[in-house]
């Protein structure tokens, strides 16, 4: 605060979740895996901290199986290949499961602890959703082992089941974003004056968030950066 540079938090429990309040920080990364109370909700509410839940940073775990499948399908459309690589030894491990001796090598996420408490955190965010918490959209991209840049799109469909509208989970991820960041007066929706980012999609996203999966262009800064066909 006395340099007046936003914060942000990281916090995967509750213990955490207080602190931040306590602390009062700009923003929370992530959301609790154990279970909220009304009165930490009411505190949250009270202090108008944003919260951005990365619930498939918390999924992931729970999909080892699928994100093989898939990384053996088009893990080199968004790896290079020692990232690849190393990726898949990490996820070889996930699979066969961290002994104890392992876990004292470095981080590794508790596979048991996030398949028990997964729905206690799903059930957080929807009560803060509930509630009328400010809701951002992010993945973890780059910090999580399995969750990748180029799928942003399975966040917004992760918010749709803690019972964000379609809209409201399009506006978590553009203008509800720019707000957290500070930025609401350059990005976040197509108006004049702001930065010239966006895409063109084949498809209608409120009415099918398949259609964010059909990106025909995409424009960063008033230039064409990406163009089917081209």
């Known amino acids: 605060e006395s340099r007046t540079r936003p914060v942000t938090m990281h916090q995967t429990q509750v213990s955490g979740f207080r602190k931040a309040i306590e602390l009062g920080v700009d923003s929370m990364e992530h959301a609790p895996l154990d279970a909220l109370t009304d009165e930490d909700i ?5 202090a108008g901290i944003p919260i951005v839940p990365t619930i498939n940073v918390m999924r992931e775990v729970l999909l080892l199986d699928q994100i093989a499948v898939w990384m053996d399908k088009e893990g080199e459309k968004y790896f290079c290949s020692e990232s690849l690589r190393q990726t898949r030894a990490l996820l070889k491990l996930y699979q066969r499961g961290i002994t104890p001796e392992i876990a004292q090598t ?20 929807r009560r803060l959703h509930t509630a009328g918490a400010v809701i951002g959209c992010g993945t973890d991209a780059g910090g999580a082992p399995f969750t990748v840049f180029g799928r942003f799109y399975e966040e917004i469909d992760s918010l749709l089941e803690v019972r964000l509208s379609t809209f ?18 350059k990005l ?12 063109a999609l084949d498809g209608d996203p409120v009415a099918d968030t398949r259609a964010l999966r059909q990106v025909r262009m995409v424009v960063k800064e008033g230039t064409i950066m990406y163009q089917e066909g081209i």
């Open 42 to 46: 009411g505190r949250m509410m009270d």
């Open 106 to 125: 470095g981080y590794y996420d508790d596979k048991a602890m996030f398949i028990r408490q997964f729905p206690v955190m799903m059930e957080n965010v």
């Open 168 to 185: 409201k989970a399009l506006q978590s991820a553009t203008a509800v974003n720019a707000r957290i960041l500070r930025l609401e007066d």
């Open 188 to 199: 976040g929706t197509i108006e004049q004056g702001k930065i010239a980012d966006f895409v």
